[in-house]
């Protein structure tokens, strides 16, 4: 497609937008713009957009297809400044937020103005932030989910735009989309800072809490290492959803804290069992709304170099890690490394090569 592009937010969505866009659609001019002028310079210079913007009003009135991909909270001011710019006529309006209800609301303007506004959420992300991390490979195969209020011929025409992404589009209303991620996305943050809190709090009786979470609690409390700032904004956003969701977990827990009271066997069983049914019945590889992290668990020989040796010949076979940290030590051995990949195939191919050269390896499903 040819065109102009104005992404507004230059982040690792924003960024990781542009270059698929760039990549299927190579005569098409990416214009980026962002409040923080360093993001900007970055960039144009790792060539992920093709113009700076000078503002959002004069990137928005170039444009053939303006992508928001700001926290939510500043999106409402950005949305309330197009109807008063010369925008194209035939213009799309999209985004990239976590929450739609109050976007949708406040697009509802520029509809009534005959501008087409289309809800996006790629539901996926990355552990890193910034630009520099934007990847062409982000979206693919997450599921892209599109919340119009338009006609199908315009989310088409948003679909060709985006078909660089290699995701896979699902259309949703508002209040669909707002309910199903505050169940598997925004409830579970809220879950584990508790969980990290709690700790933290028990940690003051006894400071072998803190020592003894470093290992499995740790792991299943990462995303509470979000960024606060945007969480506060996504809770805010999707709070009567999240208030329900709450109110069925306290009833959830005091149903088990009465299963525990009366020492109930068969019901604790059934209440792990029903959840390792469900637990284990979900999808493996398929992406979701949380970024899966892909982790590689290996046993090395406490001998000089034994972890430069394991990432040299990651090295040698162009095999990136993102982190790396040693879990335990055990007896006659440095301990478990596990190692973190951007992505399945990395974490797959590194597996396949290590065992060649005799390494015990684990992945964790």
């Known amino acids: 497609m040819n065109g102009k592009v104005f992404i507004v937010g230059l982040g690792l969505i924003g960024g990781s937008l ?37 503002s959002f009003r004069q990137g928005a009135a170039l444009a053939d297809l303006i992508i928001l991909s700001t926290p939510v909270l500043e999106m409402g001011e950005l949305i309330r400044q197009l109807p008063s710019i010369d925008l194209k ?15 949708m609301e406040m697009a509802s303007e520029l509809r009534n103005q005959g501008l087409t506004f289309i809800g996006g959420h790629p539901m996926a992300g990355s552990h890193k932030s910034g630009v520099e991390s934007a990847k062409v490979h982000l979206f693919e195969n997450a599921y892209y989910i599109l919340t119009p209020d338009t006609s199908l011929g315009k989310v088409e025409e948003l679909k060709q735009w985006l078909s660089g992404t290699n995701a896979h589009f699902l259309v949703l209303d508002t209040e669909e989309h707002d309910f199903i991620t505050g169940v598997i996305s925004h409830f579970p943050h809220i879950i584990a800072a508790g969980l990290v809190n709690l700790a933290k709090k028990n940690a003051d009786k006894n400071p072998l809490v803190s020592l003894l979470a470093a290992g499995g609690f740790r792991d299943i409390t990462r995303i509470a290492s979000s960024n606060p700032k945007m969480w506060k904004d996504i809770v805010k956003q999707n709070r009567f959803n999240l208030v329900d969701l709450l ?3 306290m009833t959830e827990m005091q149903n088990i804290q009465t299963v525990l009271m009366e020492d109930d066997e068969e019901s604790i069983i059934r209440y792990f069992e029903e959840a390792k049914e469900y637990r284990d019945s979900l999808p493996v590889r398929a992406k979701g709304a949380i970024p899966s992290y892909y982790d590689l668990d290996v046993d090395v020989m406490d001998v000089p170099g034994a972890i430069a040796t394991i990432t040299s010949l990651l090295a040698e076979d162009s095999i990136s890690i993102t982190n ?14 596990r190692l973190s990949f951007q992505n399945g195939k990395d974490r797959t191919l590194a597996r396949i090569l290590l065992e060649q050269n005799n390494y015990e390896t684990y992945e964790s499903v």
């Open 18 to 54: 542009a270059l698929t866009i760039k990549k299927r659609h190579p005569h098409a001019k990416i214009y980026g713009y962002d409040t923080i002028k360093s993001e900007i310079d970055k960039a144009y210079n790792l060539n992920i957009i093709d113009e700076k913007a000078t």
């Open 324 to 337: 790396l940290h040693i879990m335990e030590a055990r007896e006659g051995l440095l301990g478990v490394l």
């Open 247 to 249: 109110n069925n977990w």
């Open 89 to 103: 006529e035939n213009v799309i309006i999209t985004d990239t937020g976590s929450t739609k209800g109050e976007v």
